[in-house]
């Protein structure tokens, strides 16, 4: 098993910039892929980005493509979301994830862990 622990969110104006931290434990070696989720009130839970374990590779969703960056922190064994530019729209809970294959980095149903939960809120 893997559990994941979100940090970092809070209340931002819009044009601010925010970190979110997600850090991973127990059985870190199986983890292929980690990413990034967000849900609003009402609304299914969207991607927003993810990364190859291993290699470092990324994938972002259109709507952050440009204002987040996600990465790795090998030395603490931690993922980050440095979301940038941030507006209006970004407000939601984000959701660290992590599955064991690298699949359809998109699709929801394929990550096996999920932490609690971080606010993010921005107002305009």
């Known amino acids: 098993q893997v559990q994941l622990v979100e940090s970092g969110g809070g209340l931002v104006q819009a044009g601010d910039s925010l970190r979110l931290s997600c850090a991973p434990s127990?059985?870190?070696?199986?983890?292929?892929?980690m990413g990034w989720f967000r849900q609003t009130p009402g609304k299914e839970r969207e991607f927003v980005a993810a990364?190859?374990?291993?290699?470092?590779?990324?994938y972002y969703a259109d709507s952050v493509k440009g204002r987040f960056t996600i990465s790795r922190d090998n030395a603490k064994n931690t993922l980050h979301l440095q979301m940038n530019n941030l507006a209006p729209e970004d407000t939601a809970v984000y959701y660290c994830?992590?599955?064991?294959?690298?699949?359809?980095?998109?699709?929801?149903?394929?990550?096996?862990?999920w932490g609690q939960g971080t606010q993010v809120t921005v107002s305009s």
């Open positions: 994830a992590a599955k064991n294959r690298v699949g359809n980095l998109l699709v929801l149903d394929e990550y096996a862990y």
């Open positions: 990364i190859s374990w291993s290699g470092g590779g990324t």
């Open positions: 127990g059985r870190t070696f199986s983890i292929s892929v």
